[in-house]
């Protein structure tokens, strides 16, 4: 079924009408065929009868022939002699007419069928001669001839009765019944007629033929009852109409007379004349009914053949006119569907521009018609579809056009993540400027993460998404534990890494009940944390510039000085040697180094440089670094840039050193606090130092009770002056610990500086110490071991001779020479200073309990502080 | 709403006691260390905890796994001075619901209290 419902419809009405065409083109084929067979029929039937009418003239005229022999050889040849020549005539005429009928071309094929009867009946018809030269010599009874008569018109009946008998007609067979019933009949009347006409002729009649003669009747009438049930009204009304009258009632009276056998006086030719006249009756109605047979028949045939063609010409009308019709509607139908179906093709591509035209008002009119207004409506719904779709288009490129150009510029990388930490497609271009990397999108979080943090991070950056994406966690309570709030992000371009500071930060976003999306922000803050590095590096380099400056300011010009120049030379030195023994032995080389280096940084320890130690310390463990290794020539490369580094910053101080120096010139009158600050500071300094080298615990005191200011320009003398004495008394004035403890003296030695103003025009300084005091022995040992004062004039100077020996030139020894004690001027600087500002000095001591100077200088005016001054001064 | 304080700082546990003063909880005990602690909890099963991470003998994460085991409906917030942000991720793995640094004020705390309890309302 499926099949047949799948068929194209030009197929399904071809599975309809093909099998309707054959059944109708069967059902006329069998009318036509019975109409044919009709036809052929009736055209048999009528030659048949034709043949059988020449038959039974023939059997009429034998008849007579019979009637007249048995008459001729009754009577021994005396009667119907001319009337038996006659009728011989008569017989033969018909007989040849039966034989050119025979011949008739149009009986061939009916003949056929029957050619054994003909041929019997030609046989019978043949022996009529033989018969006749019988009846002429008379060598035959009567009961012969009406047997070989009857024989042959038995024969003869017989034979018409097979032509005719044979139609599919009924009426038409009935009526050959009934005309065979009829000839049968007659052919009794015959006999009778003979046997009527022996008996008159003899006048009497035996047993034997009167029971032929009865039996004779009683078919006769059987056969005419029989006759006259079957045939139609038209032969019953001929038969009674002809075979009626006068001679009619003889022969029932003559047939009465000869049934009572006991009259004979009638004469036999009477009898035949009566009996002839009566079978000439039948003989005409037997012609009547042929003949109507003849053109019933023939107007079967011809309504047969009629017939025939009609249904030929009417099928082929009535076929014609269908398939026209059918080809005019299955085309217009398929046609029409067609277009539909082309239509419907054409809109389902979208083009609604035409429209289907259908003009028939059948459901295909009808759905054409629907389906424009389907069509229509689509177009509509299209239009507005269109607009809503424009609409929305308009809206969303806006929108898109505003998130794209805010993401496109916003300094911020901003991405959403989904719940399998996706990175979505869409995020601000500063992303791919922050990551260095064009792969964003559909990125794993932590994957992407993963080469540009360290690992512990990245292990609490999962944790912290997975937290991140639990509805149940609070989103505060997690964000305070974002690993990447702030992070250094390690990322390698071409090679070069670079370290860049992200904050990173992440907002839930919600839908319904559920977290859809975190939205992650990123920002670079490299700027602002290098500026942080950088604001904290100069901050650093402030301080220690300020440390320089303070460095400077609190120690004496002169030793900083010297020890700059002392460092600057000593590295120099280190350097050359590099040049020069570049191919030695690098382990003495280094040794050498650390030494020098070791003891640069002594100094600077001594004279209270910290900044500079520091640096000589941190290029003394680069030193000591290598010292274990196997050192190679590039090692020294790190050693010398440290070096190189040390140098740089010697150059500072010294350019430092300067500045302070041209300030103080610039402002003579100005910095005097300070400097007097600095001045105190540095002497405490420099008491500090020398006491831890020396290992002798000295407090320092430094008493200015009249708030004395020192003028500037006396500052750096004083200062040296001073520091000349400290030095000193650590050195030769105080005693070490044990021998202070054992002479019962403070543990701790003590220094004093005493500044007063006892006159206007006068600034006196008084220094003291609690050492053991001068040595007069030692001294003038001392002075005349150096050469000061020869031996003669040693012993003529009295004590304080001898103590102004101190302040010789020369008395100070090369010995003495270090970083502390100066460079071997000792007190022949002091006084050389003093005297340099005019000043004198006075010097005492008490053996074992102290060492005093006392020195003038001349000044000028108040030395009092003076704030605003100094206000001014430090602005 | 019933708290325990657990801090091996008397100082920080004062603090905390202070500044819940007048915030509406009702404080049921404090513990110096995580043994202590672990007893109160057995014992008065407490509705919320304050837990310190660094304490002497069994520290603030052993803890909380054991607070986990005992009364796992405990509201456990943690109050630290570890800046290092993965030991507080695996406090909250571990079933923290709170994470406080320290030093802690009144309104820090109240804020933390009310998120970690309003929770507590919605379910």
Redesign the interface.
Known sequence: MKILYDLPIRIKFAVVLIPLILIILCFDYFQIQHNYLDYGDSNRLNKTINLGIEINHVVHELQKERSIAIGYVTSNGHEFDEQITRQRDVTDSTLNRFYVELQNPDLEDVLVKHTNDIELLKTSFDEIDEIRRRVDKLSLDPYQILKYFSDINNVALNTVDQLINETRDKDVAQQVHALIYFLKAKERASIERAIGTQAFTLKAMDDELYSSFTSLVAEQNSYIDAFIVIADDDSRDTYERLVAGHDVDEVDRLRNVLHTRTNFEVDSNYWYEMTTNKINALKKVEDSISSRLLVTTAGLASNAFRKFWTFIVVDVIIGVLALWLMSIIVTNLLSNVKLLEEYAVRFSKGDFTRRVVIPTKDEIGHYAHTFNVMAGEIVKSHNILRKERDKAKFLYNNIYRVAMMVFQNIHQGIFLLDKNQKMSKLYSKSMEKIFGVNKIAGENFSNFMRPLIIPRDLEALEMFMRHLFNEDMDEDVVNQLNPIEQVKIYSEKEGLVTTKYIRVNFTRIWRKDKIANIMVTVSDETEAVLLQKHLEEAEKKKKQETEQVLSILKIDPSLIRGFLHNAKRTLRSISERYETDRDGNFKELLQFTFETIHNLKGNAVVIGLDIMSQKFHEVEESIAELKDKEVKGKDFLTILYEIDDADKMIDDMSSMLRKVADIYRKYPSGGHVVSNIMLIDSLERAVKVLSEKMEKQVDFFFKNEGNLVLPNEKIDTFRDIMVQLIRNSMRHGIEDKAIRSEEGKMSRGSITIDLNQPEDTLLEVTYKDDGKGLDIENIKKHAIEVGVVSDFEAEKLDEQGIIDLIYKEGFSTAEEIDEHAGRGQGMNLVKNLIEGMSGTFETSFETGKYFQLIIKLPVSGSMKEEPELDETANS | MRLLIVDDSSIMRRIIEKNLKDYDIEIIGTAPDGHKALEIVKEKKPDVITLDITMPGMDGLACLDEIMVVHPAAKVMIITALSD??T???A??KGA?????KPVNADDLAN?FD??LK?NENK
């Open positions: 942000k993965l507080g991720l695996r909250l793995d619901r709170g994470f406080l640094y933390a998120r970690l929770r």
